[in-house]
Structures are given as structure tokens and as C-alpha cells.
């Protein structure tokens, strides 16, 4: 039916759980269930030997701008715009992370386990989808990771830093924040409201459409 087995978290045939290797025989009563994530199913689920759910992704070289907004809101999450199908898929394996692409046939192959195919095409709207599918809300921790580099952000003592900011820069911000993988410096500049403005937009949906 052309589903990806990625979509899949539970299939029953007259109301046993079976694998996706289950041959299937004449009169078999056949339920599909999508990704559960409000019910712990893996007591029950033979689908597959480990839990679906994970918080660690890797999306594909056409979610650029998903890929920032996820690190964002704190999500470790891989990018690279030069990796290969392949190695995508392996990557995504090797580290047991979601796959997020818009690409079907991806899904498709045998070596993804962890995957999930993103239906939007505008990069905040897919965002959205995201956070709405894994029931994300409450794993938030905006500001966390660096958006380009996806290392972790941690606070830094202006004192530390005097030295090398510009003048402005020192004169007009007290608190610093910086990568401790590729060691970008972070300070709620005049782009900082913009990017609050999307926190908030995911924190509290309802709110933020009510307002607008």
C-alpha cells in the first residue's frame, strides 16, 4: 500500500501482535497502528526489538532550516547538506536517531528503523509537525544547542570574553552564551525577539494564534 514500515508501531492480525516478517493467510483480520506516543506500547508491539521513540534525529539534506529550528528548541539533531542517501540511512542506524525526510523511497529501505516522513514543505510549519507528532512540548529546552553546529551552548562570563567583543557589542549586552563545539558566541541580539517569537509560537501554539 506504499505505507513506510518506519510509520508503523503495531500491527495485529485478529487481535494478536505479530512482526513484519508474519505471513499472512485466508481470512486473517489485519489492524495497522501508526506511531503511538501517549501509551508505552513495546510490552506488546513485535514490530520491531526496540522502541520507535527516540528524541535524537537526522534529517536529510532538504530540511536545512527544520534541522536549525529543531537544535533550537534544544533537540540533538544531525545536518549535513552534503551526505548521501546511504549515508544518511547509516548514520541514522549506527546512532539509532529518526530520520526526518520527505523523501518515501528513503523510508522504504530495509536499514532504516527510526524514521518518519515530514508532510509540509514550509520549514515552520514542519516544525510544528514534528513537535506535534513525537509529543515534544514537554522535552523543550530552547536555547540549548547551537543551531549551526548542534553542540551544546552553555553560559559564558562576560569577563572571560572582554577581550575579544567589539565595543559595541560589550557596551550594549551583559550576557553571553557560547558553542563548545565550534565556539560561536550567542547573545540576545536585535534577531533574538524573532527567534523567542518562534519558541513561544511551539510552547504555546493556541496563545500565540490567539494573539496573532
Keep these: 500500500m506504499g505505507i513506510p514500515h518506519t510509520e508503523v508501531d503495531l500491527v495485529l492480525v485478529d487481535g494478536r501482535s505479530v512482526a513484519f516478517g508474519y505471513r499472512l ?3 486473517d483480520r489485519v489492524s495497522v497502528y501508526p506511531v503511538f506516543e501517549a501509551f508505552d506500547i513495546s510490552p506488546v508491539s513485535q ?4 522502541p520507535l521513540r527516540q528524541t535524537h534525529f537526522i534529517a536529510d539534506v532538504h530540511l536545512g532550516r527544520l534541522a536549525r529550528y529543531l537544535r533550537l528548541l534544544g533537540f540533538d539533531t544531525l545536518y549535513r547538506n552534503d551526505w548521501s542517501d546511504t549515508g544518511l540511512v547509516e548514520h541514522a542506524r549506527c546512532e539509532q536517531r529518526i530520520l526526518l525526510t520527505r523523501d518515501r523511497g528513503l ?7 527510526h524514521g518518519y516522513l515530514v508532510r509540509n514543505t514550509e520549514p515552520r510549519a514542519q516544525l510544528h509537525e514534528v513537535i506535534e507528532r513525537f509529543d515534544l ?3 523543550l ?8 553546529c548542534n553542540g551544546p551552548v552553555e553560559r559564558v562570563a562576560k569577563e572571560d570574553l572582554l577581550a575579544g567583543l567589539p565595543e559595541r557589542t560589550a557596551r550594549h549586552y551583559q550576557e553571553f552564551w557560547r558553542c563548545g563545539e565550534c565556539r560561536r558566541l550567542y547573545w540576545k541580539g536585535g534577531h533574538h525577539r524573532s527567534l523567542q517569537a518562534l519558541v513561544d509560537s511551539v510552547e504555546e501554539p493556541r496563545a500565540v494564534d490567539r494573539e496573532a
Excluded at 514490530?47 to 526496540?50: A, H, L, Q, T
Aim: hydrophobic share 25%; glycine share 8%; with cysteine.
Design 25 to 27: 493467510e485466508d481470512g
Design 47 to 50: 514490530v520491531r526489538p526496540r
Design 107 to 113: 523510508l522504504k529501505r530495509s536499514a532504516v528503523d
Design 137 to 139: 512540548r514537554g522535552s
Design 141 to 148: 529546552r530552547p536555547f540549548t544547542r547551537c543551531p549551526a
